[in-house]
């Protein structure tokens, strides 16, 4: 029989992605899908492929909930915070897949990121693990991309600066992106129909705008020519969450809670629509030849995709206009540092949608599949 897998928050960001994805792959042809929604019981469910539209069950109904054997949840953390508890409490013994950073610290959670941490991820399974939680977006990407340097274990520490895209913030931030961008086309559209117009006087009115903008909605800083160096709550430490996060589920995803792989920077949210960048620098534990360095990040896995350091393959190849959409995880601009030769030093993107959000969820589900 095929399991009976429950899919709640479908509809969003994450969600729709995931269900790109799952359908493109065959993924429900090899399970009993059960659409749920919280807002819309009742309403006719998606329609998939050789599959009849069935009506949308309701997504708070714990007897429904337990009847399924898999739960795929996008549906954020306090949707999860309320129901999770309270289904296993009730003797639910099926495997839970969660998108949000609600169980991802857990005890019995594992975060998964199965070319990275697959050997975890079955020995997890073999002992009984049921929670299955993604990852922080940026932390997955920055392991995906350097997977083969960890692998060998020689990486002392990493320092990471993101540029986060307007989606990683959802759907609010990415409508106030385009409108922003129409909005500064409008301020100065007369202007640049003159080809005598003064440089000085587009950028002004421009900046005007933005000031503007920035003044009459405190709560909404303006992304479009603009970038936002702070993502999330602010920790003890000078932290943000979102920095915070970079060690913690690093360490949790990599294995290593007893010697902790140190790793922080900043988090920084940039006007562009999709893929989460990283530059980083690296301290190695050892001298490594650049050829070696970058043959083993090369050869990580099938979605690495390595890019010369040259001005015309960076510019061309190593940007979101080329990732976005795609499973590939950019890597580039890679060279030692006048630092030292221990100081390794690239740029790193990828689809915070997929590799940093749906793709793990979906990928987790093919595993736990092959054991059933």
């Not at 890019?307 to 890679?334: C, F, K």
């Amino acid at each position: 029989m095929k399991p009976r897998t429950g899919l709640i928050g479908w509809r969003g960001m994450v969600g729709s992605v995931l269900m790109e994805r799952m359908a493109t792959e065959g993924d429900f042809t090899r399970i009993e899908p059960v659409f749920f929604s919280e807002s819309q019981p009742g309403e006719p469910g998606p329609c998939l492929d050789g599959l009849a539209a069935q009506p949308l069950e309701d997504a708070t109904n714990l007897h429904l909930l337990a009847a399924m054997d898999i739960i795929i949840c996008c549906q954020g953390s306090e949707f999860t915070r309320r129901i999770y508890p309270d289904l296993r409490a009730h003797g639910w013994q099926g495997h839970w897949i969660d998108a949000s950073s609600a169980l991802r610290m857990a005890e019995d959670s594992v975060i998964v990121l199965d070319p990275v941490n697959r050997a975890m991820i079955d020995r997890q399974l073999a002992a009984g693990t049921r929670t299955w939680s993604g990852g922080n977006c940026t932390v997955s990407l920055l392991l995906m991309a350097l997977a083969g340097l960890l692998r060998q274990d020689w990486v002392e520490w990493i320092s990471t600066m993101t540029y986060q895209a307007a989606s990683g913030a959802g759907a609010v931030q990415i409508r106030a992106l385009l409108q922003e961008m129409g909005h500064l086309h409008a301020c100065v559209a007369h202007q640049l129909t003159d080809p005598a117009a003064a440089l000085r006087d587009l950028e002004a009115s421009a900046s005007s705008w933005l000031a503007q903008r920035a003044a009459s909605s405190p709560a909404l800083v303006p992304l479009a020519a603009n970038l936002i160096p702070y993502i999330g709550t602010a920790r003890p430490t000078g932290q943000s969450d979102e920095e915070g996060k970079g060690q913690e589920e690093a360490c949790r995803i990599l294995g290593c809670p007893d010697a902790p792989l140190p790793v922080d920077g900043l988090c920084v949210r940039v006007g562009s629509l999709r893929c989460h960048a990283q530059a980083v620098t690296l301290r190695l534990k050892r001298e490594v030849p650049l050829a070696e360095l970058e043959a083993c990040l090369a050869q990580a896995h099938p979605w690495l995709h390595l890019v010369p350091n040259e001005p015309d393959a960076s510019r061309h190849q190593l940007t979101p206009a080329a990732v976005s959409g795609s499973l590939r995880i950019a890597v580039g601009r890679v060279r030692q540092m006048t630092l030292g030769p221990r100081y390794l030093t690239l740029f790193t993107l990828g689809d915070q949608l997929l590799w940093g959000a749906a793709e793990p969820l979906r990928r987790q589900l093919g595993i736990l599949l092959e054991r059933t």
